[in-house]
């Protein structure tokens, strides 16, 4: 199982930008496929975006197609979120996770991080 942990969640303006950074241990992440879930309080996570072992594939949820980007740094274990055009409704606990093939069910998903919070103001 690989550790992950994840970065640069803060408080933004709505408009603003972030980038998340979600930092994985052990050699096995540079296979595995990285999403990030998030969850607003009150509400069920929800699947954000997801990269293939490769990074030669990506898929983002319709509510951030066009704003949010996924990325990973194979070489050096690391995966990240941009997140641009922030609006209020993104406002929640960003998580990534790992996998051994694309999902966006979060049971596909053995390996978490403890997630970081990001809130949009208006």
């Known amino acids: 199982q690989v550790q992950l942990v994840e970065s640069g969640g803060g408080l933004v303006q709505a408009g603003g930008s972030l980038r998340l950074s979600c930092t994985a241990s052990?050699?096995?992440?540079?296979?595995?496929?990285v999403a990030w879930f998030r969850q607003a309080p009150g509400r069920q996570r929800e699947f954000v975006a997801i990269i293939s072992g490769s990074g030669g594939g990506t898929r983002l949820a319709e509510s951030v197609e066009g704003r949010f980007t996924i990325s990973r740094d194979r070489a050096n274990n690391m995966a990240y979120l941009q997140l641009d055009s922030l609006k209020p409704e993104d406002t929640a606990t960003y998580y990534c996770a790992a996998a051994p093939y694309m999902s966006v069910k979060e049971s596909d998903f053995a390996s978490w991080g403890q997630g970081t919070q990001v809130t949009v103001s208006s």
């Open positions: 052990g050699r096995v992440f540079s296979n595995l496929a």
